[in-house]
Nanobody, 123 residues
Framework: QVPLVESGGGAVEAGGSLRLSCVDS??????????MGWFRQAPGKKREGVAW????????YYSNAVEGRFTISHDNVKATMYLQMNSLTPDDTAMYYC??????????????WGLGTQVTVLS
């Protein structure tokens, strides 16, 4: 069973918005706070982190590429993490992954990963 499941990807025109969701099935049994993040990988490029936060949601961190355009948030009742993406550009086109139990804000050696959801931004 995959512990993290992403959804919400799709094709959108440049300047548009999408909201990604990540259901964390471990959340109901995992005690304490921990860092979760959103990552992306475009064809031929390395995976990069774009947004992180503690599951409690009080502290967030963004990459320079998305700061001011993307917002990470949590609904812990629904065990779901979100990534609101605004002002999308073709450079945002990638497979987006959520991850959990990351080694701090900005870390990418996370213990759990989803299978990804594709985001395509049309020029």
């Amino acid at each position: 069973q995959v512990p993290l499941v992403e959804s919400g990807g799709g094709a959108v025109e440049a300047g548009g918005s999408l909201r990604l969701s990540c259901v964390d099935s471990r959340s109901y049994v995992r005690d304490g706070d921990y860092v979760m993040g959103w990552f992306r990988q475009a064809p031929g490029k390395k995976r990069e982190g774009v947004a992180w936060s503690y599951k409690g949601g009080l502290t967030t961190y963004y990459s320079n590429a998305v700061e001011g355009r993307f917002t990470i948030s949590h609904d812990n009742v629904k065990a779901t993490m979100y990534l609101q993406m605004n002002s999308l550009t073709p450079d945002d086109t990638a497979m987006y992954y959520c991850a959990a139990d990351c080694p701090g804000l900005g870390g990418d050696s996370c213990a759990y990963w989803g299978l990804g959801t594709q985001v395509t931004v049309l020029s």
